[in-house]
């Protein structure tokens, strides 16, 4: 495989602790410095951030840099946006608000060529290093894409365990913010009703042999989550580090 593709799928099925920095900046050099911080993967956020195509193919090739593994979470679940990323080289994708096992399945083969799935073929992407590997790359693609689909939602609670049965789906991840949200408990990350949502998610996941990720606001809900069983972390975003970090230098320089 070239050098542009590194994949993270085996890792995540094993349940392996894998922290992963959120890039909703859109800047290249932001993913750069992720990789060069030795975290396991990048979460390219084109939801939520701001990253048109050309962005998007900037901060893959920065991933690339330090050989890390990016996940792109798309802006919905269409098959254009699966096989804009795909193509350009993304080791998976993040489908956020999945509220059935219909739309888990049509994600899960929006991932795959056919005869599995939806996903069209062309010889000379950027995945397939422009052609040179394309014959390497169709061969181990269907297996190695990461699929993570997202659970935001009570629909999608009461259907974990469906969607944690469809085949191709590799991680269920929990938006806790969405979640407690769609919830009517915003932010309550120890209210009965989202533990149980939780331990509901990790269930399923454990039945079905899939990952279970999520993203903690701070170290010390990291831990209980991870003790809990997920292991596929969202442990910062950029811009919000960076705002930290600028707030903090602020504060500190203020009286000079």
Not at 144 to 158: D, F, G, K, S
Not at 190 to 218: M, Q, R, S, V, W
Request: net charge negative; glycine share 8%; proline share 4%.
């Amino acid at each position: 495989m070239g050098d542009n593709m590194h994949w993270i799928k085996d890792r995540t099925l094993k349940g392996d602790r894998l922290l992963g920095v959120g890039a909703m900046l859109g800047n290249s050099m932001a993913v750069e410095l992720i990789g060069r911080t030795q975290f396991d993967w990048v979460w390219i956020d084109n939801e939520h951030g701001i990253s048109g195509p050309q962005d998007l193919l900037s901060q893959l090739q920065a991933a690339a840099i330090h050989k890390m593994p990016a996940i792109v979470r798309l802006s919905s679940n269409t098959l254009e946006n699966f096989k804009k990323v795909l193509d350009y080289g993304a080791a998976g994708v993040m489908v956020p608000y999945v509220n059935t096992a219909e739309e888990a399945d049509y994600a899960a083969k929006c991932c795959r060529f056919a005869p599995a799935g939806f996903r069209g073929i062309a010889t000379s992407t950027r995945a397939a290093q422009f052609g040179l590997d394309f014959d390497e790359y169709i061969a181990s693609a269907d297996e190695n894409v990461l699929c993570v689909v997202q659970i935001e939602t009570p629909e999608a609670v009461e259907n974990v365990n469906e969607i944690a049965a469809v085949d191709g789906v590799d991680c269920l991840f929990v938006g806790p913010m969405d979640l407690s949200t769609s919830l009517a408990i915003p932010k309550q990350f120890d209210h009965p009703t989202f533990i149980e949502a939780l331990e509901k998610t990790l269930a399923a996941c454990k039945k079905h042999g899939k990952a279970a990720g999520i993203l903690p606001p701070n170290r010390e809900i990291a831990d209980k989550w991870h003790k809990m069983g997920f292991t596929f972390l969202v442990v910062g975003v950029d811009g919000a580090l960076l705002a930290r970090s600028l707030a903090a230098l602020q504060e500190q320089f203020k009286d000079l």
